[in-house]
């Protein structure tokens, strides 16, 4: 029997959502299930994420612990480059199960090529300088620009400090079976390589080698991740709101996107969820938003943003609906001392667990804003453990397919994201983009670009 170590509750929605509206869209749960199961819906070719979880044998994650293990022996830092989909998953997992502060990391995982900033190259490679260094380039297409001159530089790096032949012996190229400039290189190379399958998009790929090999290097336990994952499948399934989280998640997303609440806020109380966060907006965002259609996802972290974005949360434009995901149990719960003097009149709150007063800051925070007319519900994550993050990761993926279904959109491509390539390569000279470059050159100079 699986246990879910997630829960999504919208009782609090009550008044907004009533419940013969949710059951009224148990026919677009199904619908929506039914076209994944038969891969019957736009974008099918993509749906190697759904049963992945089940799928993945012993002996893959083997490989990947083996060759973890292998780094782990030979670096104490892996620079992991990527962007997208090729990165968010890894840095959410990592940043979700590990201690706060890098420093206080056995091994060190720093992400390069999701920017273009050669300050960031250059500090990165003045940080790891006195350091042995591993690096594990990512990138689906092969092609992508960002990582593509992040790897050239480090990888230039790498073969100055240790020669050619070991240097592609410290690097690991995630990518394509296939095809790819990076697949070719890697082959020439000699690098070490995992796949990434034909039908994993880039957002929906953290249980693959993408994100699994970061995560093993890091000590984590990928078993875990899979099974919480596997666990997901479980309870992520069925035509019904009332059998299926996933599908309720979904449903409540569209009822409240009809109502004109067009803002999903993903807000959390605990510093360890913010790249979780990260990676959902992408999650949500890539998937939903085409077509002229799509709930835009936001994302805050309290109790910081509160001193920030608080009051807009509190009384700004009511288009907006909360999510607020909320941690079960914290690895320590220090308790806050008492002081005699008690001259900063903090007495009251002397021996109560600083658990007990960021839950009181959550409670707080919801009441005010379900009063400040926010409709909003709840997920309890119920710790930081690599089988509860498995299963959120899943829960997330298969809600917003069925969403992305529900709001009749392809979930799986991201057509949009080539606009700005395109004016991008136009602006560098590549071959072949000359007849735009023609047609942007006026338009920058007329806006004084
Ligand atoms: O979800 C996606 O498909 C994208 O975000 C990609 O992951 C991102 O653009 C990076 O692409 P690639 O892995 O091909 O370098």
Not at 87 to 108: D, N, T, V
């Amino acid at each position: 029997m699986v246990k879910a170590k997630i829960n999504y509750n919208s009782d609090l929605l009550n008044s907004i959502v009533s419940d013969s509206e949710l059951q009224q869209f148990n026919e677009a749960v199904a619908a929506a299930e039914t076209a994944l199961a038969k891969r019957s819906g736009p974008g099918n070719d993509f749906l190697g994420w759904l049963n992945l979880p089940k799928k993945t044998e012993k002996n893959t994650l083997a490989a990947i612990k083996a060759k973890a293990t292998e780094i782990r022996d030979n670096a104490d830092v892996l620079i992991c480059i990527g962007i997208g989909g090729s990165y968010l998953g890894a840095k959410a997992a990592i940043e979700f199960l590990s201690p706060s502060f890098e420093a206080l990391r056995e091994k060190q995982v720093f992400f390069a090529g999701h920017s273009i900033n050669s300050d960031y190259i250059a500090d990165l490679l003045d940080l790891v300088e006195e350091r042995s260094v591993a690096v594990n380039v990512i990138s689906k297409s092969g092609t992508t620009t960002e990582p593509g001159i992040a790897f050239r530089i480090i990888r230039q790096w790498m073969e100055k400090r240790y020669g050619r032949k070991e240097a592609a012996s410290r690097i690991i190229a995630t990518t394509d079976s296939r095809k790819g400039a990076l697949r070719q290189l890697a082959n020439d190379e000699g690098y070490a390589t995992f796949p990434i399958p034909d039908d994993v998009g880039g957002r929906f790929s953290v249980l693959t080698p993408v994100g699994l090999f970061p995560i093993a290097f890091t000590g984590f336990d990928i078993n875990d991740l899979i099974t919480g994952a596997a666990d997901a499948v479980s309870f992520c399934k069925g035509h019904t709101v009332g059998d299926n989280m996933a599908g309720r998640y979904a449903a409540i997303r569209n009822i409240l996107f009809r109502k004109g609440y067009t803002t999903e806020v993903l807000a959390n109380f605990q510093p360890h969820f913010h790249f979780v966060g990260e990676w959902w907006k992408q999650l949500a965002g890539e998937s939903e938003g085409k077509n002229n259609t799509g709930i835009f996802p936001a994302t805050l972290d309290y109790t910081t943003d509160l001193h920030s974005l608080g009051q807009w949360m509190q009384q700004g434009i009511r288009n907006v609906f909360e999510t607020f995901m909320v941690l079960g149990k914290t690895n320590e719960n220090r308790k806050i001392p008492s002081f005699d003097d008690n001259k900063d009149e903090l007495n009251y709150l002397a021996n109560k667990s600083f658990e007990k007063i960021n839950r009181a800051a959550f409670r707080g925070t919801l009441l005010a804003h379900i009063d400040g007319g926010v409709p909003s519900a709840v997920l309890t994550v119920d710790d930081r453990s690599a089988l509860t993050l498995g299963q959120l990761f899943y829960f997330f993926e298969k809600a917003i397919a069925l969403s992305g279904y529900m709001l009749r959109v392809n979930p799986f491509d991201q057509p949009g994201v080539e606009a700005y390539k395109k004016n991008m390569f136009a602006l560098l000279g590549k071959k072949g983009s000359e007849a735009l470059a023609a047609t942007l050159a006026p338009r920058i100079k007329e806006l004084g670009l």
